[in-house]
């Protein structure tokens, strides 16, 4: 079992995203280890792709820049093997499933074992394809998450059930990206969650403000912000690990 | 294995979100499929507004100038719109409208498929938004324009090379944004499932016709079919009826761009490895970590980084072979056919071309090869006159 737990024990978790190399390693770590001190209570790594097809405009912006910065699979391991030196904070990668099966799976869990990643996100292995990972996942203790989206309608308890870690709700149709209203029905999914599930559950997609963060941690585990924080990130420049800290602060807070 | 799989090949690799679509257009299509009414009325579509059967063309003095195997040319540049891509959207578009969807969103590479989409749009009264790399939007105006008369909005792509394969990540994501009323008309044999087959079946009328066009003209089946091959939706409908004569060689060519040594290149099989992306798994250009690589090739239509799951299938059993053009070789060929038979084939067909012009005077005399011709060149002029070094604007 993943410490992944520990995020949700006794408290709504807030989860943030960060893409990795975006605009350097350096910056990630610090932004990393700041928004830990400021209150995350686990951390979602994205590893960047070329293709991020289930991304909108500011997180593909993010991943581009990473990549133009020379950043590649190998580097992040390492950074994420000096940020375990310095916390213990559960880690999830995010990346795509071709970034894995590229590697080789057996090699990148392996590896994911050995730096102290917690579990792993690919928004592009649904369900019927989770074969493809999943006993690497189970054979290096790496949770692999499990998403449920607003259309998932029959779905939901098919995948609750066998869901690891956590369970990431997607809030609303369409890509990452902030939203100024989430009009999804969400309780009623997450009652059929509850209904099946062994994990808990956190929401993600549109979330920015501390408002929409306290209304979505109500009616889950936790809530995921990402573009949000990485739109925050390229307007602060080298204040950005401060700035992040501030906004997980006064997020956690609401 | 999960569904949808030739070999290791296909699956269905995309977000939650767009599971239940995928599910409900694999549902309808098996109910359709075999449905004697939906065949009717999609047979009536294909002759009566699609104009098929497309003709087996005998290229006579193509053969005598080349001096070996008999070529005949299969007319797909002759179909309603200009290409094969109208087989396969005149299916989905009817499928779409059984299924009760008003909206119709596809990528687009050369346009091709951009213009059948719309045309089936405006035929079935239907909302259409064409995803389309800004690149190509520059290199193929006058289809841009094509699609707006025909009532469509195209998007120009402007994220990561602004080719086609950034078409279809914009067009995927904008189906996870809007589903309910609305179908996305894949238009290549790629994709998760079921797309690989549904494109498939609609467009093997190809080999249906050829089969029983060379039986008819020459009473004995081709020695073999060539086609070119980007996602490979027409070299799958050139070869998919031909897959179990096993004495017709199928021979998908692909583009090298620069050549498959240079990183210009789009030839997948030569050049790619297996990998996951856009739904399936398949054969990609892509670097060590699995970064999908920026391909080239003067064909928008072949411009890019995987091939469909059946294609990667066939190479993998060694049932099919597939060969690299350059640009150069194609161009050539363009130009060569124009000149041979008055016939100006779309530079993407022109890379069949270029190979039948290799293999056929290898081939004895009593032998015969099937090139399809998926598309019209006229589109193509003024970038091929650039290519040339003239300065023309359409």
Known sequence: MSKIYKAFENKKAFIPFITCGDPDLDTTKKCVLEMIKNGADLVELGIPFSDPTAEGPVIQGANERALKGGVTTDKVFAMVKELRKETDTPFVFMTYANVVYSYGAEKFLTACEEI????????????????????????????????IAPTSSDRIAMIAKEAEGFIYVVSSLGVTGTRSEITTDLASIIKVIRENAKVPCAIGFGISTPEQAAKMAALSDGAIVGSAIIRLLEESGPAAPEKLGEYVKSMKSA | MTKGRFGIHGGQYIPETLMNAVNELEEAYNKYKDDPDFQKELAELFNEYAGRPSRLYYAKRMTEDLGGAKVYLKREDLNHTGAHKINNVLGQALLAKKMGKTRLIAETGAGQHGVATATAAALFGM?????????????????????????????????????????????MREWTRRIEDTHYCLGSAMGPHPF?????????????EIKEQMLEKEGKLPDAVLACVGGGSNAIGTFYNFIEDRDVKLIGCEAAGRG????????????????IFHGMKSYFCQNEYGQIAPVYS??????????????????DTGRAQYVAITDDEAVEAFEYLAKTEGIIPAIESAHAVAYARVLAP??????TIVVTLSGRGDKDCAAIARYRGEDIHE
């Open chain 1, 116 to 147: 102290g990643i917690d579990g792993i996100i690919l928004p592009d292995l649904p369900y019927e394809e989770k074969e493809e990972f999943l006993p690497y996942c189970k054979k290096h203790g790496v949770d692999l998450i499990s998403m």
């Open chain 2, 127 to 171: 909302e259409c938004v064409v995803f389309m790399g800004k690149e190509d939007t520059e290199r193929q105006a006058l289809n841009v324009y094509r699609m707006k008369l025909l009532g469509a909005d195209v998007v120009p792509v402007t994220t990561g090379t602004a080719t086609l394969k950034d078409a279809v990540s914009e067009t």
């Open chain 2, 196 to 208: 690989p087959t549904i494109v498939r079946d609609f467009q093997s009328v190809i080999s249906k």
């Open chain 2, 260 to 275: 498959v040594d240079t990183f210009e290149t789009a030839a997948t099989i030569a050049t790619g490895r297996e990998g």
């Open chain 2, 298 to 315: 003067i064909s928008a239509g072949l411009d890019y980084p995987g091939i469909g799951p059946e294609h990667a299938y066939l190479h």
């Open chain 2, 362 to 367: 290898k081939m004895r005399k009593d032998q």
